[in-house]
């Protein structure tokens, strides 16, 4: 989306006259250092950029208050990129007193196509970028575009060298060069647990490995054991079981020949780290607070995003969307005369968008791994505790995993649709700008208006299921804020039985949001009634559960349970939360728990790579997926204490922390390699490193078939599903970060830290 309309507005082409070029053979433009005493070829602005030539340097005043960063523009044209050539882009650029700039070399119509980018917030001094690209389409067209909107203030941009370069050698591929065959668990094995790594062999004769410590010393050895072919990755793959070896120590690795392993630790206590790094995510991401830098860490502070302070227009006081865009969205001229705060509440993913249906399945993940804790840790987990998270609620006596979640409810309340208005009690499906936000940016700097698109049915039951899960753990804390929450859930659930079809429709995320699409709710009313009936026992609602197609028989999918498919997640709850459940039902209820946690190790025992998901293709998001399944056979450790379930969790964990075809850790700052260049607005530093970085703790995405975004598609192309991810800011749909995928590692790593 951020190229999209690169070239709106008329341009401004300065009159210059043209000089031969005589660089070198392969630079593409005319005067790299500006060194001559006029200006050469086709250089050009927009109204809005005051352009200025001395020898030496190009310089543009911008003025103030353009809204995209293509509203404004310095560019050369008279360029044309090959398909497969390799180019350089390289700039020295400075700005007084500074602003945002995307360099692109791109095609020079739409819908303008950018092949090679450079993203920086430009301050102060000269400083020289550059980047290598192949161009993955021909342009006989092209233009080098230097974008510099979105800032409020006027400020002066200089370009003091430009050059592109054609014909590079092609970039070494580091990755690939110090990937190591032997994919490990970067970070840690269980002493007592199972220890396996997957070899890359092609060589269908066992081979002898070495377990070495931080010292060199040999501390285990043997031979591996020939798998084949492995469908999930392409790859043909060696198993090497070392579980043999529960001596506890940091930098370990296996050798194989000359091939050496990342470094890993075998811990019983490394899991608690990672549970409050992945629950210290979400402070991150809050909406409408200052997020402080003492708390958050270094780099991580921000001023509160959408309160309305300019250029933000915040979320106090929003309007729905309007009848204009509703008839394109909702096939009718639906929209409201209200207004509501709906300041608070978590930025969903890499945009700015808030969703009741993700920050229901979120706020409701986190519950449970404060409810898990409650039930199943004899009361002994740190995750019951306050002071678990650097967070400025610490320290009110109220466990800070609850605190985290109440930001999120609060925010989910402020969703409902207002007593004496149509669909009264409802909740608005969601809240983010009426145009995508261009990124990198920082929340408070958010320019769009922000609207409220129609209430929903599934969003209206998901804030009944959270809020009812709420009520009964705030019960002991804050009373009348529990009572609050059973009443907003009786209310929604209610609301939605009187407007039981009102769906999301799929818009193909074309009016500034996820659509978040979802026509069958009877897994949400069904989720609804269950945490209505353990919070308050009330037999009616053990009938409305009951009444569910889902009340019985199989419902666990291979691919795990997400957002749009809750019931798993009910069930899940029936069977480990204690309840006035007759017994016969609860049996029943445990043993189709205890089925899905079989066929999920059923799975595990096929797949070389030792995790629990087993679809032909790998869907969106497929990360979560896994550790969805786990959660599952964590469920069935804990309602029969059967260990087998735990060895499982702990070995499918090993996936996500780096035993994979990519031999990448899936979560930030784990492992030797992992990932770091999410997709995200303001966690950005990938992309311009005045912005912070991707958080320690954060899940991406993971592989996704579907490659469903451009960069995605050139670059994994015809990939494996284990293989068809990408760790690039531009691949949103195989590497973004989501609060619904942090939810359930914070889960997973609680319950892997506290499990004996």
């Known amino acids: 989306m951020t190229h999209l309309r690169a070239m709106t507005g008329l341009l401004a082409l300065l009159a210059v006259p043209a000089i031969p070029a005589h660089a070198a053979a392969d630079e593409m433009l005319p005067d790299p250092a500006f060194g ?19 020898p030496g340097s190009l310089c543009g005043q911008v003025a103030g208050g353009a809204a995209q960063p293509w509203d404004a523009i310095l560019g050369f044209n008279g ?6 050539e390799r180019y350089r882009l390289s700039i020295t650029v400075s700005g007084d007193p500074g602003g945002p700039m995307r360099a692109l070399a791109q095609k020079a119509e739409e819908p303008w196509t950018a092949e090679g980018e450079i993203t920086r917030s430009i301050r102060g001094g000269q400083q020289t970028l550059s980047e290598d690209f192949t161009a993955a389409e021909s342009h006989a067209s092209a233009q080098l575009v230097f974008q510099l909107g979105g800032s409020d203030t006027p400020w002066r941009f200089c370009l003091h060298a430009a050059s592109l370069q054609s014909g590079q050698e092609p970039e070494a591929d580091t990755a690939s ?17 199972p220890k396996h790594a997957t070899l890359v062999r092609k060589d269908k004769a066992r081979v002898e490995w070495r377990m070495i410590a931080a010292s060199g010393e040999t501390v285990a050895s043997g031979f591996s054991r020939p798998e084949g072919r492995n469908p999930s990755s392409g790859l043909d793959v060696h198993i090497i079981d070392f579980s043999g070896m529960r001596t506890p120590g940091d930098g370990y690795r296996l050798v194989v020949g000359d091939d050496v392993s990342p470094p890993f630790s075998v811990s019983d206590t490394a899991y608690g780290q990672l549970r409050r790094d992945a629950l210290g995510y ?17 780099g991580y502070g921000r001023p509160a995003g959408h309160l309305g302070k300019a250029p933000n227009r915040g979320d106090t006081s929003v309007g729905c969307v309007d009848t204009r865009t509703a008839r394109k969205v909702y096939g009718e001229a639906w929209s409201c005369g209200y207004k509501l705060n709906v300041a608070g509440g978590w930025y969903d993913a890499g945009d700015f968008g ?14 449970g791994t404060y409810e898990r804790a409650l039930h199943h840790s004899r009361a002994s987990s740190p995750a019951l505790a306050d002071g678990l998270a650097l967070i400025p609620e610490a320290g009110n006596s109220v466990p800070d995993i609850l605190d985290e979640a109440r930001w999120e409810l609060d925010f989910l309340l402020s969703m409902t649709v207002p007593e004496g208005e149509p669909q009264a009690g409802m909740a608005h499906h969601k809240v983010h700008g009426n145009r995508w936000t261009v990124g990198p940016v920082l929340p408070h700097r958010d320019r769009e208006l922000r609207v409220l698109h129609r209430p929903s049915t599934a969003a209206t039951l998901n804030l009944a299921a959270a809020a009812a899960q709420g009520a009964r753990l705030f019960a002991g804390f804050d009373r009348p804020y529990a009572e609050t929450l059973l009443a907003a859930a009786v209310r929604a659930y209610r609301a939605a039985e009187a407007n039981p079809a009102l769906y999301a429709p799929y818009t193909d995320g074309s009016f500034g949001g996820g659509d978040y699409q979802d026509d069958d709710v009877s897994d949400e009313f069904y989720w609804a009634a269950v945490e209505l009936y353990l919070s308050t026992g009330d037999p009616v609602w053990l009938e409305r559960a009951k009444a569910s197609p889902h009340w019985s028989g199989p419902l666990f999918q291979e691919h795990g349970f997400d957002w749009r498919s809750v019931a798993a997640l009910a069930r899940l709850q029936l069977a480990s939360v204690p309840s006035a459940l007759p017994k016969r039902d609860l049996k029943a209820v445990q043993v189709s728990v205890r089925d899905a946690a079989e066929a999920s190790m059923r799975d595990q025992r096929k797949e070389a790579f030792g995790f629990m998901y087993a679809p032909e293709r790998f869907g969106w998001g497929s990360n979560q ?12 450790y804990d309602i029969t204490g059967d260990r087998r379930y735990l060895q499982a969790v702990r070995e499918s964990m090993d996936y996500i922390l780096g035993r994979n075809a990519l031999g990448i850790s899936y979560v930030t700052g784990y492992g030797t390699l992992y990932a770091q260049r999410q997709y995200s607005n303001m966690f950005a530093a990938s992309v311009d490193p005045s912005y912070p970085a991707v958080p320690k703790g954060a899940l991406a995405g993971g592989p996704n078939s579907g490659l469903a975004d451009d960069y995605a598609i050139r670059k994994l192309s015809g990939c494996a599903p284990q293989a068809c991810y990408v760790d690039d800011s531009r691949s949103f749909s195989t590497n973004e970060i989501a609060i619904n995928w942090n939810a359930p590692l914070a889960w997973i790593a609680s319950f892997l830290a506290d499990a004996p």
């Open 79 to 84: 360029l044309s990129l090959t398909k497969g």
């Open 282 to 298: 979400f402070y991150k991401v809050r909406s409408g607070i200052e997020i402080r830098e003492e708390l958050a860490g270094q």
């Open 177 to 193: 060069g110090a990937l190591s065959a032997i994919r490990v668990n970067q970070f840690a094995y269980f002493p007592d647990g």
């Open 36 to 54: 001559q005493s006029t200006l050469a070829g086709e250089w050009w602005a927009t109204p809005n950029v005051k352009a200025e030539y001395r």
């Open 625 to 636: 997926s896994v550790i969805q399944n786990m959660i599952v056979v964590a469920t069935a």
């Open 354 to 367: 808030k969703y009741v249906v993700n920050g229901g399945i979120a706020a409701a993940q986190l519950l």
